[in-house]
């Protein structure tokens, strides 16, 4: 029996892998998630890493710039203001200089791309730097963590936060969507895992949950500040075991695009 769980609240595409992204008021969702979605990201032309704020302290900085998409394409604005048309002369140099190592901005990543993390889930970026391999449950080609689409829902944003402190801003996460489950308490995704998931025209298979990394974390250039207290809160509320990964601290939750199609904000989530 399909059970209607929420609504889409937000959202969001991050064109930029590891900058700030952008809301929607609609999504064309197809096999490789939302389109424009990680679609461009940067890699180090010294280790050949791509570049990602789960290594903080050489990539956390790129939290601070953000990515949108204009009619002549993406778009990278830099904190100062600077405007670097993606795939423009010049634009490789411009985001070299500015990260202060050799770097490319690319559309497609390296063959069995890879990305360093931080190997503990409850620092801000004080633990054993570890190399992952990207995407690996996501189609070939693309700049994904591990799936092509990433949800999160209101109830598990208030159970994540700490006492009587305000939930934890979605932001935070990075998710595609955020889903308003305003008659749901605590961390309700945990249910949905393994069932497909109706949301407007889409169909999901909701997939494994979302390990934190020390991204919620950091600061956001303006958008959002340094908050050092979100990862342990997480880690103390749902620290849970990953497949046979181990536990880890879980906020959120990966799905498959089982069948394509459009989304808007309002439109009704039903676990089917």
Known sequence: MAERVGVVAALWRYPVKSMRGETLEVATIGPRGIAGD???????????????????????????????????????????????????????????AWCGR?????????????LERVASDVESGRGQVAVRRLAAAAPDGTFFDYAPLHLVTTASLAAAAPGEAPPVDPRRTRANLVVST?????????????RPLRVGEVVLRVGLPSPRCAVPGLAQGDALSADAGVLPAIAAAHRIPVADLGSYACLGIYADIEQAGVVRPGDPVVLV
């Open 102 to 114: 050799p770097v490319r901005l690319l559309d497609t990543p390296p063959h069995e791309a890879t």
């Open 182 to 194: 305003a008659r749901s308490r605590g961390f309700v995704e945990d249910a949905w895992s393994g």
């Open 38 to 96: 990680r679609g461009l990201a940067l890699v180090d032309d010294t280790t050949g890493h791509v570049a990602s704020a789960k290594h903080p302290r050489r990539w956390g900085g790129l939290l601070a710039a953000r990515a949108e998409t204009t009619p002549e394409g993406v778009t990278l604005v830099l904190p100062d203001g600077t405007r670097l048309p993606a795939g423009a002369p010049g634009t490789d140099a411009a985001l070299s």
